[in-house]
């Protein structure tokens, strides 16, 4: 299986990837969704980042993890 059958769609995406951080976890979690949930992405990190990282889910952290994010166009 290759990224292509996943049928994601075509378009820009915007793309977590908390591989991109040193972690002591050593985490590579990546989250991708749709520009157009571009919110519902940044609450995906944001609970991710407070459950595994010991990050305060905050309108700071959610600012700052949105600054964070890449965009790739499939
Ligand atoms: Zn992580």
């Known amino acids: 299986m290759d990224l292509k059958s996943l049928n994601l769609g075509r378009g820009k995406w915007v793309v977590a990837n908390c591989g991109k951080f040193p972690s002591e976890k050593n985490c ?13 992405l940044v609450d995906a990190a944001a609970t991710h980042a407070a459950a595994r990282h010991g990050h305060q889910n905050t309108p700071q952290l959610r600012k700052e993890l949105d600054s964070f994010l890449d965009v790739v166009e499939i």
């Open 28 to 40: 590579r979690l990546v989250i991708m969704a749709p520009d157009s949930q571009r919110g519902d």
